[in-house]
C-alpha cells in the first residue's frame, strides 16, 4: 500500500544537473530511511544515496561529491540533487527505503548524453 513516485528524470549533456523527487505515500515517511537506487539497462540495480532519519547521508564512491541526497519530512519527499553527470549516471532512478522494503515504483529515466 506504500506508493513511491518517481520524477524529475529527463536528457542532459554531460557535466549537467537534474533534481529528482520521490513522493511516498502510505506510510509514515519521517521514521524511514529512505534511498535512491538506479538500474541501467543489463545491469543490476544499484544503491546511490541514502539518507537516515537523523539526516544523516552516505554515497558510493561513484557518485560522492557529485549526488546530494535530502528529505522534507512534512512533504513525505525525498530529493536527488545530481550535478556534474556522467554517461555512466544513465539509468532508471528510484526511490525505497533503505534497505529498500517496498514495491519498487515505476522510475524515472535519466539520460546524459556524452
Known amino acids: 500500500q506504500v506508493q513511491l513516485v518517481e520524477s524529475g528524470g529527463g536528457l542532459v549533456q554531460a557535466g549537467g544537473s537534474l533534481r529528482l523527487s520521490c513522493s511516498v505515500s502510505?506510510?509514515?515517511?519521517?521514521?524511514?530511511?529512505m534511498g535512491w537506487y538506479r538500474q541501467a539497462p543489463g545491469k543490476q540495480r544499484e544503491w546511490v544515496a541514502v539518507?537516515?532519519?537523523?539526516?544523516?547521508?552516505n554515497y558510493p564512491d561513484s557518485v560522492k561529491g557529485r549526488f546530494t541526497i535530502s528529505r522534507d519530512n512534512a512533504k513525505n519527499t525525498v530529493y536527488l540533487q545530481m550535478t556534474s553527470l556522467k554517461p555512466e549516471d544513465t539509468a532508471v532512478y528510484y526511490c525505497?527505503?533503505?534497505?529498500?522494503?517496498?514495491?519498487w515504483g515505476q522510475g524515472t529515466q535519466v539520460t546524459v548524453s556524452s
Open positions: 525505497n527505503g533503505s534497505p529498500p522494503s517496498y514495491l
Open positions: 502510505g506510510t509514515i515517511f519521517s521514521i524511514n530511511a
Open positions: 539518507i537516515t532519519r537523523g539526516a544523516n547521508t
